[in-house]
Structures are given as C-alpha cells and as structure tokens.
C-alpha cells in the first residue's frame, strides 16, 4: 500500500470556484506534510506546510489536515487558469517519495 | 537570489556516449538529490548526498554516477549503461531532512 494516495484526476473546475484537492495516507506517524505545485514541463515549487491539526492559509490556499481520519486537503479558494497544474502531497518524513499528484485545470 | 541552477537545459545524447548535467546551488544546503521523471510519471530518486564526499543510491541509480567534492555542487553522470535515458531529471537541494526541497529548473534529456 503507498503511503500517500492522492486521486490523480484531472480534476476540473471553472474559474472562480473552489478547487479541493484531497490525501489520504497509511502512516499514522506521518505528522505533517508539504504540497508542491508542478506546471507542465517545469520543476515542482513548495507552496504550503502544514504541521498541526486544523487549517493553515496563505492567500488563496489552505492546507487542512486531519490527523485522527488521515487525510489532508488542498483548497484553492477563487481558482484561476494559472492555477492549472499537478499538485503533490508529500509526507514531511519521507520526502524522498513523489507520487504522481492530482492534475487540476481551472477552466476559463 | 540564492538558488539551484541546472545546465543545460535541454541535452541530446547519442547511443553509446555518457553525458554530464550539471547542478549547483548558492543556498548553503547540505543535502543535494537527483531525480527523474518521465511523462506522466511522478518523480524517481537517482543518487542523494547529504554532505560532501558522501552520496547514496536511490531507487533507479543503475547507470547513473555522480560525485560531490564541493557543497555546492552535485554532478550526475548519465553513463551508457543507462539504456533508457530520455527523461526530465531534476536537481533539488533542502537545509535538512525535516525541511522542503528546493529544485532547479530540470534539464531535458534525449537520446538521438
């Protein structure tokens, strides 16, 4: 079983919608988890961090987690089409592991 | 700005030929890694070194060398054992194991 599932889409929204983009993971030492943002044909960007129960925002994202029901999710609050891109989830503890992401197109 | 710079950006080889990318980074980071990824596919490790004069294989290293004589820099050497080696490799440093990765810009190899 890989330590992270994430659902690899595409998942498409219109612009301006709520883009929600979810994780679920085995490891329940797994404590805190980054996300990364992949534009076709480039290198992955660290966009969020998340260490504690709850929600953590930065602009237009929130990262949640959910320690007791092992998920962790992605908000995209007033999704644009620069938004479009593979979002991966990566557990803070082994990061050596990318799965492939959930690929999102925000459509114009 | 502190950063990782990948060269070339776009690489041919030729059956047969090793080829050298080059990675190097000003962000004072110990630890360096080499990654590949093919289409579709999520991101593979290579060879990572978490400080100089020490690297370790990743889960793909057959026919790939590398070296790491200074921080800053984190050669890969794609050899001709290598049978397969048209892919988009990257180069990503951290502070440490607890910390994100900071990648380069990839170079893109192609076997002609």
């Known amino acids: 079983q890989k330590e992270v599932e994430q659902n690899s889409g595409p998942l498409s929204v219109p612009e301006g919608a709520i883009a929600s983009l979810n994780c679920t993971y085995s490891d329940r030492g797994s404590q805190s988890f980054f996300w990364y943002r992949q534009y076709s044909g480039k290198s992955p960007e660290l966009i969020m961090f998340?260490?504690?129960?709850g929600d953590k925002e930065d602009g237009r994202f929130t990262a949640q987690l959910n320690k007791a029901s092992q998920y962790v999710s992605l908000l995209i609050r007033d999704s644009q089409p620069s938004d479009s891109a593979t979002y991966l989830c990566v557990p803070r503890g082994n990061q050596f592991y990318f799965g492939t992401g959930t690929s999102l197109t925000v459509i114009p | 700005d502190g950063g990782i710079t990948q060269s070339p950006k776009y690489l041919f080889r030729k059956e047969g030929q090793n080829v050298t990318l080059s990675c190097e980074q000003n962000l004072n980071h110990d630890a360096m890694y080499w990654y590949r990824q093919d289409p579709g596919q999520g991101l593979r490790l290579i060879y990572y070194?978490?400080?100089?004069?020490?690297?370790q294989k990743g889960d793909i290293a057959e026919g790939y060398s590398v070296s790491r004589e200074k921080k800053e820099s984190f050669p890969l050497t794609v050899t001709s054992a290598q049978k397969n080696p048209t892919a988009f490799y990257l180069c990503?440093?951290?502070?440490?194991?607890?910390?994100?990765?900071?990648f380069g810009s990839g170079t893109r190899l192609t076997v002609v």
């Open positions: 070194s978490q400080i100089v004069n020490d690297f």
């Open positions: 998340i260490y504690s129960n």
């Open positions: 990503a440093s951290r502070e440490g194991q607890l910390y994100g990765y900071t």
